[in-house]
């Protein structure tokens, strides 16, 4: 099946640090990863949809200039948490679907857990 | 804004009960996806629901969508502690939606 994988799966960082994220479709190509966050025991909130080679689409109240998103290639998004702060400490989990369609369903990564310190 | 209200948003029982979690929107989905996850992992996809009124079970699991696309619910029989996590409804509309989620807990 379709394998989405998350390095690293945790960090922990000064407060000022920027810190990548890297979200790899291992056995497909996908042209569109989506990248969420999360809290504890809440839902996934969308932060942007990752195109590739092109910019990212970002959700209303996401800072483009904060999270910096790549797609370079069809199969690597990366996420750059820029100057980073104790309140973006959170869980980070990225997707990718297998065709073309929207319809088609999402393969979830295993998630990045970020402690800012 | 598409929003999924998802219900209730906490659940603990007893071993053995049955028990059904919904997923109410204003909104008309293509399709709406059912999620659990585990602490620490990424969600992963229990079944995906395209037609009105349709139908689906997964072993103890019953997923239902609403006839006008637009609702579902997830009914679980005789739950077990191994059913305990967090399940997610998710519509689909060029881009996930997910509702605020049900924590899930299945005491023995």
């Known amino acids: 099946g379709a394998v989405v994988s998350q390095h690293p799966s945790w960090v922990i960082c000064k407060s000022g640090t920027s810190v990548k994220i890297e979200c790899r479709s291992l056995?497909?190509?996908?042209?569109?990863m989506f990248w969420y966050r999360q809290f504890p025991k809440q839902s996934l909130m969308l932060m942007a949809t990752?195109?590739?080679?092109?910019?990212?689409?970002?959700e209303q109240g996401v800072e483009k200039d904060k999270f910096l998103i790549n797609h370079a290639s069809l199969t690597l998004s990366t996420l750059t948490v820029t100057s980073a702060h104790p309140e973006d400490s959170s869980f980070y989990i990225c997707?990718?679907?297998?065709?073309?369609?929207?319809?088609?369903?999402?393969?979830f990564g295993d998630g990045t857990r970020l402690s800012i310190l | 804004t598409q929003l999924l209200e998802q219900s209730p948003q906490f659940l603990s029982i007893q071993e053995g009960e049955n028990l059904t979690v919904y997923c109410n929107s204003s909104?008309?989905?293509?399709?709406l996806q059912w999620y659990r996850q585990e602490p620490g992992e990424g969600p992963v996809l229990l079944v995906t629901?395209?037609?009105?009124?349709e139908v689906k079970k997964l072993k103890r699991l019953t997923f239902q969508f609403g006839d006008a696309r637009k609702d579902s619910s997830l009914h679980i029989t005789a739950a077990q502690p191994g059913d305990t996590g967090l399940y997610l409804c998710?519509?689909?509309?060029?881009?996930?939606?997910f509702g605020q989620g049900t924590t899930l807990q299945v005491k023995p």
């Open positions: 909104s008309v989905f293509s399709s």
């Open positions: 997707s990718a679907n297998t065709g073309g369609a929207s319809n088609q369903p999402q393969h």
């Open positions: 998710a519509g689909l509309t060029g881009k996930l939606i």
């Open positions: 990752s195109n590739e080679g092109s910019k990212a689409t970002y």
């Open positions: 629901v395209v037609t009105g009124g």
């Open positions: 056995d497909f190509q996908a042209t569109t």
